[in-house]
Nanobody
């Protein structure tokens, strides 16, 4: 069964940090690559970062490189998104999503590659 549950969102001032968690079922964790997406009001959903737990490969959106880090905890079947130096433009609902490994690569941000989505967690950054 594919299951993704996000947590860790909240409100923070610009320059602050948050760590988001995406708890996956064991099946999801070993069978799929997983990405973080975000969607701000009135904007399209965009990819933030992705990871393939089986081999640790990661990709990042240019807008978050050097500020965000995606990581994994194999013992907990959990992915994390450490977000530092947050900016008001990072304000959005953040989702984790799972896709089939055969589709993992440099176009990881393509929404059509994802079959399963979590419910999301809200991140608000104030100036």
């Amino acid at each position: 069964q594919v299951q993704l549950v996000e947590s860790g969102g909240g409100s923070v001032q610009a320059g602050g940090s948050l760590r988001l968690s995406c708890a996956a079922s064991a099946y999801t964790y070993r069978s799929y690559f997983i990405a973080w997406f975000r969607q701000a009001p009135g904007k399209e959903r965009e990819g933030v970062a992705s990871i393939y737990p089986a081999d640790g490969r990661t990709f990042y959106a240019d807008s978050v490189k050097g500020r965000f880090t995606i990581s994994q905890d194999n013992a907990k079947n959990t992915l994390y998104l450490q977000m530092n130096s947050l900016k008001p433009e990072d304000t959005a609902m953040y989702y984790c999503a799972a896709g089939a490994p055969r589709n993992y690569g440099r176009s990881w941000y393509d929404l059509t590659k994802y079959n399963y989505w979590g419910q999301g967690t809200q991140v608000t950054v104030s100036s």
